[in-house]
């Protein structure tokens, strides 16, 4: 049978006595009247070509077991090393939510004995709450000391502070008496590179100057980023959204949220952002706080020796990692809880607001910004909306879901050119060569000078009487009959223009570069450019508009709220809207977004707007397609995830996906009382399969149970070492009685006690949404067919991920790891 290989390492399940008898804090299925001990061994081998035969896992090690007298029961004491998972492979949902209701219910029962174990309950009781603190904690100093870093790096491609070096241009010009309102950011302790070497501080040759050390200083972070990340830490590139959704559906990816990953993408991050590429710091600081959520879950052996609790503070660290990347607290839980969580109980809930509580409460103590603010491009507006603006908005939200479905197909082709091509081969060329054209095209715009969030904040930021932005060069109407504001709309200046221009050419460029960039192997965010261009959108319409309803105030669309000299539109709330439009049409995230975009303008009063360009930009981007950018990454990098938010509505059975197929060999089985060593070691010799079916006899094909690869080679090898007569002639039996035997004949050797009696079957006519939604739900990996009792065949995780990729028109052989 060539089917998948069905578990490449297999782990001891605790009795189905002890598993039903054991207590928890937290239920796993809803409503579920009885705990069933489901077999949901590892799904595939998902390095094709990757397991050779006799390939051991170590997994975990169930409950004690008697041996008998006569007959060999194996497994009495714990085995070093079970009770992990190895690399690329799924955990049991069922089996670890069995094993932590089992130590609850030890630490239960003893907690009276003494008080020391009254204090090792209270210990238990409290680690989630310490382990989210001290996520919380590690996420907000990292995320305010990234923040403090990438403003330096980027100012220094344009000068330095010579009183003090480890000032950025706005901090070194804060204390100085010689700025001017017009040139507040020039002050003489802050000298550009043309003025530090040529010695000009104007002319062309000042600016060539300029333009060279720019690119020298871009070139040298993005250098120096994807070298770090290419020696030390492959898995630091990419946002890691995508595979932290994977992970915390229960794949395992081992070293991707380890101490060299958060060490390594924290200082590449800063290069990264400091280089001037068309990334952000917000995605990557999720995955910055999910190491750090991974890291301090190793203290406390709930969490350490348990992967499905471990994902519950995984699930909370992401939403710190959101609440420091926007100063968004309850925007951080809305996101693990909409975005990235795929078991997400109250408690975790819970925590996850406190963790998020933590983080911005750390980040706003270390005021990284110097504006008591949690992120550089905070606003506020007092202008109200008004009901004829919901057409621009609306406007602005089909623009975010046409440029979400473009941003999609483009980047996912470019990326699987990548992978398909040598280009693919030289990730430190392609970077090198992305932040050359970067940086020679941005320097000659101010608008793609700026680092991203600087821009933001300028698109944002509403035109007040300190404003000196071109953006804000209107004329002054001196003849306005009726000032009803102080600062009314007014006719946009020669300024104004000029900038919609550059504006213009800034989108241009933001839309083509980010498509290459995202994916470079360097640290990449996807928000922060995403808003970028939404924001640019936003605030081109939003001058559009304002200076139709200056010229045009007597049109019935305006003739009731804009009166002459009234303050009536707001061009930063345009690109407030966009910014939220683009970067829903981009993830499809929905309400997490608005809370996101609602915390960061702290304004009750344009959350319809936002709900409105948001919801347009979903419905407009999933008419093209209903996955998000990190959903498209996830089917990309072929990682075994099965999203809840997908339907399946075909009208298939489990027969029709089962292997083995008609013309597939039988499927490996295991009798339950007539093989011998012998026959077992060559079964295990001469196949991949990582779990055999038991049956009765090849005649009834009555289904017994379910036996994994790696506990029949451990058991026979314990059984040579600590039984003599074991040979391999010697019958096994995985009955409960023994058949009679020949007097001559060597001791058999009973091993029912590692076999899973209560294998999750569905029989063949199990319509197959129900088979998915069962593998979603109960996170299983493989489940039995059986017809009337009868074994027929078997149906992994990726026997579902590659049905669903044929009913889609996909190839289903892109369903493996990359």
């Not at 989210?132 to 305010?144: F, K």
């Not at 990557?284 to 890291?295: E, K, M, Q, S, Y």
């Not at 992401?318 to 926007?326: E, R």
Request: a negative charge; glycine letters at 8%; charged letters at 20%.
């Amino acid at each position: 049978m060539e089917s998948e290989q069905l578990f490449h390492r297999g782990y001891y399940r605790n009795s189905y006595n002890s598993i039903t008898s054991a207590s928890s804090d937290e239920e796993l299925l809803d409503g579920a009247g009885v705990i069933m001990d489901f077999q949901t061994s590892e799904d595939d081998n998902l390095l094709d070509g990757d397991t050779t035969a006799g390939t051991h896992y170590t997994m975990t090690n169930g409950g004690s077991i008697n041996s008998s007298t006569h007959l060999l029961d194996l497994l009495d004491e714990p085995i070093p090393g079970v009770g992990t998972y190895d690399d690329f492979h799924t955990i049991d949902w069922v089996r670890e939510k069995c094993k932590d209701r089992e130590r609850h219910r030890r630490i239960n029962s003893k907690k009276k004995e003494s008080a020391w174990e009254m204090a090792k309950s209270l210990y238990d009781a409290w680690s989630g709450w310490l382990v989210v603190t001290l996520t919380g904690l590690a996420s907000g100093a990292l995320a305010g000391l990234i923040d403090i870093a990438a403003d330096w790096m980027t100012d220094l491609k344009e000068g330095i502070c010579l009183s003090a070096l480890w000032y950025n241009h706005e901090q070194c010009c804060w204390g100085s008496n010689e700025t001017t309102f017009e040139e507040r950011d020039k002050c003489p302790q802050w000298k550009t590179w043309a003025e530090l070497i040529i010695g000009q501080a104007e002319g062309p040759g000042s600016y060539i100057m300029n333009y060279i050390m720019y690119i020298f200083w871009a070139l040298s972070f993005a250098f120096l980023a994807v070298s770090l990340v290419k020696v030390f830490a492959p898995y630091a590139c990419g946002s890691g959204i995508p595979e932290i959704k994977t992970i915390l559906s229960g794949f395992i990816i081992r070293g991707y949220l380890g101490k060299w990953t958060l060490m390594i993408k924290t200082i590449t991050l800063v290069l990264a952002v400091a280089s001037g590429l068309s990334l952000g710091k917000e995605g990557p600081l999720v995955h910055v706080a999910c190491c750090c959520g991974n890291i301090f879950s190793y203290l406390f052996p709930k969490y350490s020796t348990n992967e499905a609790k471990k994902r519950e503070v995984l699930s909370a660290a992401s939403a710190a990692g959101v609440s420091v990347a926007f100063g968004a607290p309850i925007g951080g839980v809305l996101f693990s809880l909409e975005e990235v969580s795929y078991y997400f109980p109250l408690k975790t809930l819970w925590r996850s607001f406190f963790a998020a509580l933590v983080a911005a409460f750390v980040l706003r103590s270390i005021n990284p910004f110097g504006n008591s603010r949690l992120v550089l491009f905070y606003v506020e507006y007092h202008t109200p909306w008004y009901l004829f603006e919901l057409f621009p908005f609306i406007l602005l939200g089909v623009f975010g879901g046409l440029w979400g479905a473009f941003f999609i197909r483009a980047n996912i082709a470019w990326c699987r050119r990548r992978k398909s091509t040598k280009f693919g081969k030289y990730p430190v060329l392609e970077v090198i060569i992305v932040a050359a054209i970067t940086a020679v095209v941005a320097f000659p715009n101010p608008y793609t000078r700026l680092n991203t969030s600087e821009l933001i904040k300028e698109l944002f930021t509403d035109c007040g009487p300190l404003e000196s932005s071109s953006l804000c060069d209107y004329r002054n109407d001196m003849n306005a009959s009726k000032i009803v504001d102080d600062i009314p709309d007014r006719p946009a200046g020669i300024g104004v223009y000029s900038a919609i221009w550059q504006l213009c050419l800034a989108l241009m460029f933001k839309i083509i570069m980010t498509v290459f960039t995202f994916g470079i192997k360097v640290p990449s965010g996807l928000f922060i450019p995403s808003m970028a261009i939404g924001a640019i959108a936003g605030r081109i319409v939003g001058i559009a508009v304002e200076q139709l309803a200056y010229y045009h105030h007597d049109w019935f669309i305006f003739k009731e709220w804009c009166e002459v000299g009234a303050d009536c539109i707001t061009p930063g709330l345009y690109a407030m809207v966009g910014a939220a439009a683009c970067l829903g049409g981009v993830t499809r995230m929905t309400v997490s977004l608005v809370v996101i975009v609602f915390e960061l303008t702290g304004g009750l009063e344009y959350i319809v707007p936002l709900m409105a360009a948001v919801m347009t930009s979903k419905w407009v981007g999933d008419a093209f397609g209903r996955e998000g950018i990190y959903e498209a990454h996830i089917r990309l990098n072929g990682y075994p995830f099965l999203d809840a938010k997908e339907e399946f509505t075909h009208t298939t059975l489990a027969a029709d996906v089962m292997r083995p197929r008609r013309n597939d060999p039988p499927l490996a089985v295991l009798t339950q009382d007539n093989m011998t060593v012998d026959d077992i070691e060559n079964m295990i010799n001469e196949t991949s399969y990582n779990g055999f079916p038991v049956i009765m006899s090849k005649e009834s094909q009555r289904l017994v149970g379910f036996a994994l690869r790696r506990d029949l080679t451990i058991a026979i090898e314990s059984a040579r070492k600590k039984q003599e007569g074991v040979v391999g002639s010697s019958r096994v039996c995985f009955a409960q009685h023994t058949p009679s035997l020949p007097a001559e004949s060597p001791r058999p050797l009973k091993l029912r006690s590692i076999l899973d009696m209560s294998p999750f079957t569905v029989t063949d006519h199990t319509p197959m949404e129900i088979v998915v939604d069962i593998f979603r739900k109960l996170g299983l990996r493989q489940c039995l067919v059986t017809h009337n009792g009868r074994l027929l065949g078997i149906i992994t995780k990726k026997d579902i991920l590659r049905h669903m990729a044929q009913t889609a028109n996909q190839d289903p052989t892109s369903i493996m790891f990359n």
